[in-house]
């Protein structure tokens, strides 16, 4: 009974190191280059790189199996290269064993199942999985998984070699492997109540079972252990049952009595006289001496032998425990040899950490982006220098901090917050592993446009996850001017056609009412219309060259201009207008280089920010042009800038004012085009325009042109 349980122990133990070897094969393969470069962004379409990750695939297929099939997936569950070539191409969410494997490993480090018949080849197998990691990108992020189906047939050529009928049974009892029968009755072959209790509180026995209880058919010694796992492998559950027939178990012994009996008698009639005789003389004083050097070698002195007396049989044990002092002798020194050894690789790995932890943080704190951790809690527990100026919060004062009451808006807060709980649940994320575009908050309780990349890291069972970020305001900010550049040069051409198609009409109407004008007497009854016709003509004339001039902005002839003369010739045609409205005009000057420009065009400018700053100003106030010395993102050049004391640009319209032919003023009173015909020409030097504008106190228009454009 004791030789068949410990034969179904050493069995079991074989088969779950066997298992342990597949938790580390298919992270082996999962790990090797070959492998993780065909899911590396930009190589998975590249035919070197799929084959050779595909001969890879070959070669660990036959090399770490047995496996029926090996594949691996990319991060859309789209299996990529496989041993079985038909199933390159097909979708993993199609194949509920392989997805089920495939999202495990998503967030964790490597995955086995129980004993199943594969969808795949529809044999009996054990699925493996391990997740592909990115080596080039901090974190080493997931970028696809490895999944094997291994063989059952690995697993039959150990029972194989056990002498009686083996069985290995999973966690309900059903037979899913067995030395004797055939395949057919796997998984509908059940051992008997009894063991798969035992088996269910982890027992190891041997008992004696009745015909209808065995699964051989007769009465049987029957003797199982369950499975403990080994290391990464902890087991499924399982347990290995061993069946002996009754008779050849009764026959084996009383034949075994038998012999024990015949040659006992004798051995012990003379054995007991012998005994009386030498028990004194080569028993006592020898074990004595075994003892006492027992003792010594247990206090730890190994040098301490047993001394050879004789070649009788205590002689002979004296020798051979000698040789297993001398064997213990040398491993213990082996051991010591191993520790030492050990040892020094692990200070040197303490020591690689350490310079790995200074060249990361070097990393991180000269990384062109803004880097952040957060725990699963979110809390924040890294944040770089590049962190500190985007964001205007110092290290010392985030770490631990929320990161939703630091730099998201509130807006967004409960959708930072469900995407953590969803992810904790799932291990899935909408906006995990991708660069997505959205608004931050800034210390100062500003927002602005960012573009993040988020993805998690698990090292254990802790999770983290990191972020780069990038501030896109400046971009924003250029993609408008384009957008506006666009739409301005679309509606300049539209503009320019009408224009010209009025023009010469436009001319007639106002020559022939100049000349009947001129004819009609005063006094006249049609004098009145006749000058309201001729008024009107003019001012659509009027309309009709701000629009020619808006379409002719393209083609800017320039030169190096004296900028506070021609700002002085604009104002000189203002002067007027501003002493009928009460308006104090102030210059601030400072001497400044000459720039190269239109100068009539930069006039216009002046010319149109003054009318505007005016009619802001309906019951007067001031109106102030500074010209100064400036840089901009390093750049030499000057500042113009056109203030007024004014009503202010309510904040509703403040994104609308450069728009072509948008107007507050009253109908018949604006055209719409003085704002986008300043903003065309300002861009047209590349230059650059701002405004800054509080309701109720004024508005200030600043202007930046480069001392050469």
Known sequence: MENQLEIARQSMDKIDRMLNERVLNIQTIAGAPSIQNVLISGN??????????????EEFTAVTGPWDILLMADLNANIVISSEEKQSGKSLKEQPQNYAAYQAVMHKDFYYSDFVISENTGQPSIIFAAPVRNPDVPG??????VIGHFSWRAISQILDDVPVAAKLVNREGAVIVQNTGGNEDLFTQYAAPVIRENLKQGRSKSVFLKKEESMIGVKSLVSFNSQSGYLFYQGSGWGIVLEKPEKAVLVAGGMISMKLAVLLVPIVLIGALLMILMISQWVTKPIAALTETTRRIAEGDMTKRVSITG?????QLAI?????????KKSHEDLEEQVNRRTEELVNINEALRRSET????????AHDAFLSINVEGIITEWNQKAELTFGWKREAVIGRPLAETIIPVSMREAHYKGLARYLQTGEGPVLNKRIALNALHRDGHEFPIEITIWPLQIGKIVNFNAFIQDITERKRLEHMVLQSEKMAAIGQLAGGVAHEINNPLGIILGFSQNIVKRVKPGDPFE???????????????????????SRIGKVEKESIDLKEAIEGALSLVLAQSKIKNVELIKEFTEVPRVIANKNQIQQVIINLSNNAMDAMPKGGKLIIRLKKTKMEQQD???IQVADTGQGIPPEIRSKIFNPFFT?????????LGLSLVYEIVEKHQGVIRFDSEVGKGTVFQLFLPLTA
């Open 140 to 145: 080493r992020p997931v970028t696809g998984a």
């Open 311 to 315: 070649a009788d049989e205590m002689g």
């Open 359 to 366: 060249k990361n943080r070097l990393i991180l704190e000269t």
């Open 528 to 550: 009145l219309p006749l000058k309201s016709i001729e008024r009107e003509a003019v001012r659509c004339k009027n309309l009709v060259q701000d629009l020619l001039t808006f």
């Open 637 to 639: 050049g000057v500042e």
């Open 320 to 328: 051979s425990f000698n040789a297993m002092t001398e064997k213990l």
């Open 44 to 57: 998975i379409d590249t035919g070197d790189y799929r084959r050779i990750g595909s001969r890879r695939i």
């Open 664 to 672: 507050t003023k009253d109908i018949g009173k604006g055209t719409g």
